[in-house]
């Protein structure tokens, strides 16, 4: 981040909007916004008795309020503080040394879930659907909302809601979901079909004159401020501040079909692209260096959570990334050895990219909610879904047989001395609780576990450290209006070498009473991600040191940098930072993408057995499923991961 040529005035940060209810994450004063939004459905189990506290005896008094809708919080979201400071102090050894012993509450529960994820929310779903239809399941979740990276974000601009995704994007690739990860959607009620014919409008940015994309250079990084616009790189890097031979390689290299590697056989190729960073064939093979390397330096960040560097260049060859169409590579016969997994299950699939709840896939989430929780989520359809209204006091409701409980962290799980259950402590709202279970799905993150299940191996816990996420911003920022971009003639906005890695009008969804802005002069969702792995230093080296440079940075100077960029990108076409933007919301993710396996990076792929492996393994009555499982961040690892916990715990009946 720099020191912005725009008074604060000009940015309008002295300006009153909805990111002040909640900043860094912490409650200043709630206003309606916040505490609701514009749809209908239940307001709160307020009214009702029942909603528990944690000793589950219908604990919240008839009249007391709701509290905030978690959803429509701006300011620091994500891992919001209040969220990971126990996490934290388990890490750092301190825990135990105040918190006393727990407090035993609730009835035993036939299954405890850690983590109220897309990964949690399912195995609590195919244990119910395929081990026991009347089981009691407990999720407990350290956020104030369920989803994980899931992450719903609504605004109210001009008495109009808008949704947005804070974390997981989309449903990507449906085809190459396996059986068992695939077959939920049909549970959930989930067509996606509707997608292609009627929900995601395909001809909306044509429409609309908005279907090219701006590049930004940064004068504190490229000399002098510049936007260039096209749909080539020749006319993208006309006029724009970067040295001529540099311009020419870019061109050859993004627009161009040459063959770097000419003379290796296609094996030779393979072989070779293996052994490889994407950065070093990039250096060695086409002869990308100075600003033509910086430029393309965190080009893979927004996708993996790397940057070129730490990105395998046989998998990017595999995924068709630029500069690899001119190698004349074998296709037909693969997916090749040694390609992460990632890279196999985009293997021959090329769907399109529209299966997009307007939340994202906290879609998903929520559908999952409902089916465990019909009570706390009303409707039946998937347009209802989107704009239903979720009764918070209802997910932890001694009348559920499946429980959410939220703000609630995990400090310890661990077996009963007969074997024959297991025993969960955690901690909610400054108090230590047990509760017992006859198994336990830890869908949590992994690096977390060794931290938390004393009854893992040495080599289970040096394996559980061994799941490193990868640090990233999901900001969303609701506009007044959208007319500077489609002066500009742009969907989005990439900023080359920036703290931004891009910012992008949402996906043009309409899903029934929802509706996706129509025109320029309507409010709209902007999202723009950051993705915070330094490069230079290895992947787990550079998310760690990514996760330090988050964990010090203010919701303040996040807003000012959204500011600045879109008004030094858009200024030209009237965009006023000032009075176009209503609100802001930023979600944070010190952990966010899983880890990828791949070569040259790890000297255990594919070979194994992996991390994921060795932690995965089931000990008694705990498993393990999440993303980290299984080896990549697409929402069918969390499904399938969650079906191999769950069918695990069925053989133990």
């Given at each position: 981040m720099h020191e912005s040529s725009w008074s604060d005035e000009e940015l309008g940060m002295k300006r009153r909007i909805t990111r002040r209810d909640f900043l860094d994450g912490v409650?200043?004063?709630?206003?309606?916004?916040?505490?609701?939004?514009?749809?209908?459905?239940?307001?709160?189990a307020a009214e009702e008795p029942g909603a528990a506290a944690p000793g589950g005896a219908g604990a919240s008094p008839a009249g007391k309020p709701a509290g905030p809708?978690?959803?429509?919080?701006?300011?620091?979201?994500?891992?919001?503080?209040?969220?990971?400071?126990?996490?934290h102090s388990l890490r750092d050894g301190t825990f135990w040394d105040k918190a006393g012993e727990p407090t035993q509450t609730d009835r035993p529960y036939d299954l405890v879930v850690v983590g109220a994820g897309i990964s949690g929310l399912s195995a609590a779903h195919y244990y119910l659907r395929d081990v026991n239809p009347k089981a009691k399941i407990l999720i407990l979740d350290p956020h104030d909302d369920f989803g994980g990276h899931a992450k719903r974000n609504e605004f109210t601009v001009n008495g109009r809601t808008l949704i947005g995704y804070g974390g997981s994007q989309s449903i990507e690739n449906p085809s190459a979901y396996p059986p068992e990860a695939f077959g939920i959607f049909a549970d959930l009620g989930i067509d996606l079909k509707k997608f292609e014919t009627t929900y995601f409008d395909r001809g909306f940015y044509a429409r609309h004159g908005v279907r090219g994309r701006a590049t930004f250079f940064a004068k504190e990084i490229w000399g002098r401020d510049h936007v260039g616009k096209g749909f080539s790189a020749a006319q993208t890097l006309a006029g724009a501040p970067l040295d001529d031979a540099s311009k020419q390689k870019l061109i050859e290299?993004?627009?161009?079909?040459?063959?770097?590697?000419?003379?290796?056989?296609?094996?030779?190729?393979v072989n070779r692209l293996r052994d490889i960073s994407y950065g070093t064939y990039f250096t060695q093979y086409a002869g990308v260096t100075g600003d033509a390397y910086r430029y393309l330096r965190h080009s893979t960040a927004g996708g993996?959570?790397?940057?070129?560097?730490?990105?395998?260049?046989?998998?990017?060859?595999?995924?068709?990334?630029?500069?690899?169409?001119?190698?004349?590579?074998?296709?037909?016969?693969?997916?090749?050895?040694?390609i992460s997994k990632s890279g196999v299950r985009f293997w021959g699939h090329e769907d399109p990219y529209i299966y997009h709840f307007p939340d994202g896939n906290a879609g998903?989430?929520?559908?999952?909610?409902?089916k465990l929780n019909p009570k706390a989520l009303p409707g039946s359809t998937m347009e209802d879904l989107v704009t239903a209204r979720v009764d918070y006091n209802r997910l932890d409701h001694d009348a559920s047989?499946?429980?959410?409980?939220?703000?609630?962290?995990v400090v310890r799980v661990k077996h009963r001395p007969d074997g024959r259950s297991v025993d969960v402590a955690y901690m909610q709202g400054g108090k230590l609780y047990t509760v017992r279970a006859a198994g336990v799905v830890m869908a949590c993150w992994n690096a977390m576990i060794p931290y938390i299940a004393p009854d893992l191996s040495d080599a289970q816990k040096a394996a559980g450290h061994e799941a490193v996420k990868y640090p990233m911003i999901y900001a969303n920022i609701a506009l007044t209006n959208w007319r500077a971009w489609q002066r500009l003639g742009v969907s989005g906005v990439s900023f080359p070498g920036g703290f931004w890695g891009s910012a992008s009008l949402d996906f043009p969804v309409s899903m029934g009473d929802y509706r996706f802005s129509a025109n320029p002069d309507e409010p709209i969702v902007v999202h723009m991600e950051a993705m915070l792995t330094k490069p230079d230093m290895n992947r787990q080296k550079g998310a760690k040191a990514g996760r330090g440079a988050l964990a010090r940075m203010t919701f303040e100077e996040m807003e000012r940098s959204i500011r600045d960029n879109l008004a030094r990108s858009l200024g030209a076409q009237g965009f006023d930072p000032a009075a176009d933007i209503a609100a802001i919301t930023t979600n944070r993710w010190a952990h966010g993408y899983a880890r990828w396996y791949s070569t040259p990076f790890d000297a255990f792929w594919p070979q194994g057995p992996t991390p994921a492996d060795i932690i995965g393994t089931p000990v008694g009555r705990l498993t393990v499923a999440t993303t980290d499982q299984a080896a990549h961040g697409f929402v069918d690892g969390a499904l399938e991961s969650a079906y191999r916990a769950v069918k695990y715990l069925g053989s133990l009946r």
């Open positions: 409650a200043v004063a709630v206003g309606a916004a916040a505490a609701g939004t514009a749809f209908a459905g239940s307001a709160s809708y978690p959803p429509a919080l701006t300011g620091m979201r994500g891992s919001h503080a209040g969220s990971f400071e126990v996490a290299v993004l627009d161009g079909d040459t063959d770097w590697m000419a003379g290796m056989t296609r094996d030779e190729k993996t959570g790397v940057n070129i560097d730490q990105f395998p260049a046989l998998d990017a060859a595999s995924m068709f990334y630029p500069g690899m169409s001119g190698l004349g590579l074998d296709y037909d016969h693969g997916p090749w050895p040694g998903v989430a929520r559908a999952l909610v409902r047989t499946t429980r959410i409980r939220l703000n609630s962290t």
